[in-house]
T-cell receptor, first 113, second 116 residues
Framework: NAGVMQNPRHLVRRRGQEARLRCSPMKGHSHVYWYRQLPEEGLKFMVY????????ESGMPKERFSAEFPKEGPSILRIQQVVRGDSAAYFCASSDYSNQPQHFGDGTRLSIL | AQSVTQPDIHITVSEGASLELRCNYSYGATPYLFWYVQSPGQGLQLLLKYFSGDTLVQGIKGFEAEFKRSQSSFNLRKPSVHWSDAAEYFCAVGDMTTDSWGKFQFGAGTQVVVTP
């Protein structure tokens, strides 16, 4: 009965590289949410996806960031041409319906050199 | 737009003492309210939730929270803390009026330190 699985746990990139963060939701969950946590801050909503659809991306930066949740496989949060300010912990959560509590993964800590 | 305020950034409490963490929200209707706990290097674990009904909700690990509409508050309490309760606690509100239900608003968190 695995929970939400995120990988990698830690990711180091140099400025200008691409970062790909993966999230496998809990079994049976079709709703996925991505959040970003900056040091000493709470979580900030980024994007909400269902299978093959982006429901709400109002928290995503307009450039360089994208997310997908394909029919098969994990959800991917992609950051192109990373900058120092992208350093943060990125959390994925999933739920079985949109009005149910979200279950969180352990996060991916992204560090930009 | 909804917002969540956790007035206390940091709280130190002795083991065995009671704990209360404050959470105030701003929202036009009855919100869905949650408390999560985060241990260092870990994700968030749901402690309890309030959707409707009884305003005093029980959660895991001996925690409870009370929804007070008149004060726009949803404070978290535990009668006697254990050293393992040292962690960061987040209050969150969910918007039940839109289709984008996943757009939780989180407070900035309260760091709890437990002393012997």
């Amino acid at each position: 009965n695995a929970g939400v699985m995120q990988n990698p746990r830690h990711l180091v990139r140099r400025r200008g590289q691409e970062a790909r963060l993966r999230c496998s939701p809990m079994k049976g969950h079709s709703h996925v949410y991505w959040y970003r946590q900056l040091p000493e801050e709470g979580l900030k909503f980024m994007v909400y996806l269902q299978k093959e659809n982006i429901i709400d991306e109002s928290g995503m930066p307009k450039e360089r960031f994208s997310a997908e949740f394909p029919k098969e496989g994990p959800s991917i949060l992609r950051i192109q041409q990373v900058v120092r300010g992208d350093s943060a912990a990125y959390f994925c959560a999933s739920s079985d319906y949109s009005n149910q509590p979200q279950h969180f993964g352990d996060g991916t800590r992204l560090s930009i050199l | 737009a909804q917002s969540v305020t956790q007035p206390d950034i940091h709280i130190t409490v002795s083991e065995g003492a009671s704990l209360e963490l404050r959470c105030n929200y701003s929202y036009g209707a009855t919100p869905y309210l949650f408390w999560y706990v985060q241990s260092p290097g870990q994700g968030l674990q749901l402690l309890l939730k309030y959707f409707s009904g009884d305003t005093l909700v029980q959660g895991i690990k001996g925690f409870e929270a009370e929804f007070k509409r008149s004060q726009s508050s949803f404070n978290l309490r535990k009668p006697s803390v254990h050293w393992s309760d040292a962690a960061e606690y987040f209050c969150a509100v969910g918007d039940m009026t839109t289709d984008s239900w996943g757009k939780f608003q989180f407070g900035a968190g309260t760091q709890v330190v437990v002393t012997p």
